[in-house]
């Protein structure tokens, strides 16, 4: 029995308890999760003459350690991991510098670690590559006319579009016009990479809600023609809808921190590993979690 503990709160932490159990025959290992959030770590609701257990308790126990709270890494949590030998995935990132051992990973979801090692494979496979156009974000499946949240709380919506730096800018894809805003521009092996955040609006009023959306990931290729010397632009394109009660934000991050664990308990990552980049592609993308990101 593998006990993965889930510090964190509310609708992350749920979606990732949910896929787990709903999914539980897919792993090489019977599991169980548990979920920890401020009714057991904020001091605020936890009243002392109750026997709660602490976060040493909570870790102590634990076979893996998973992270959806960004405040939680205040609580020292990296340094306890890695004393007691526990393994920490969390899904954002790390603020604060550690020492290099144990399994340490953060930044397990789609702008992150999704994204690189999508955007790591086809920098090492494509022959004569100059330029990578990458988009993520949400566009909602019927025209209402109006500029609503597309299926995520305007909180959601907030942390999804925090390193959101660039002025919105129209751009067609599929078929389909977007607002895109740049979230960085990076060189990789001399290939000019920039990633986009999109969606069907220019500007969010947070009053307005419109459940049915969909999650995008486009990627734009341009590669040097080797015989006339022509620049040939290829796509690649994934879209995921929101799943039972989940939204397709929620989903497609879970997705992503599930199959890091996956690979975990199957053996397939490093030992000590401390960068999501480490991992190979193809594993990420072979289990039932990741497979939704294979893409040609």
């Known amino acids: 029995m593998i006990n993965i503990h889930i510090l964190g709160n509310g609708t992350p932490i749920y979606a990732l308890k949910s896929l787990i159990e709903v999914n539980s025959e897919h792993f090489p290992q019977q599991v169980q999760v548990t979920c ?159 990633t986009n955040w999109i969606t069907d609006t220019e500007s969010i009023d947070a009053v307005k809600f419109d459940i049915h959306s969909e999650f995008i990931m486009h990627t734009t290729r341009i590669i040097k023609d080797k015989e006339n010397g022509n620049n040939i632009i290829k796509h690649s394109h994934m879209s995921c809808p929101s799943r039972r009660s989940t939204s397709a934000w929620q989903y497609i991050n879970t997705c992503v921190l599930v199959s890091f664990i996956h690979m975990y308990i199957d053996g397939q990552l490093p030992e000590n590993m401390q960068d999501y980049a480490e991992a190979d592609h193809n594993l990420f993308t072979n289990n039932i979690f990741g497979r939704i990101f294979r893409l040609s």
Not at 62 to 72: K, L
Not at 95 to 115: H, K, P, Q, R, Y
Not at 173 to 192: A, G, H, M, P
């Open 36 to 194: 920890f959030g401020d009714h057991f770590l904020n001091s605020i609701f936890v009243r002392k003459l109750q026997q709660y257990p602490s976060i040493d308790d909570i870790i102590q126990t634990a076979d893996i350690v998973v992270c959806t709270e960004p405040d939680y890494e205040n609580l020292g949590i990296v340094q306890k991991c890695q004393d007691l030998n526990k393994p920490l995935f969390c899904r954002f990132l790390l603020e604060n510098t550690f020492s290099d051992n144990g399994l340490i990973l953060d930044g397990l979801n789609v702008e992150n670690a999704a994204t690189d090692l999508w955007i790591n494979r086809l920098v090492d496979t494509t022959e004569n590559l100059l330029e990578i156009k990458h988009f993520i974000g949400l566009h909602k499946l019927h025209d209402s006319g109006d500029n609503a949240l597309p299926g995520i709380s305007i909180e959601e919506y907030r942390d999804a579009t925090q390193h959101v730096t660039g002025q919105p800018s129209l751009v067609k894809l599929n078929r389909n016009y977007f607002y895109k805003s740049e979230i960085e521009e990076t060189y990789s092996d001399d290939v000019k990479v920039t």
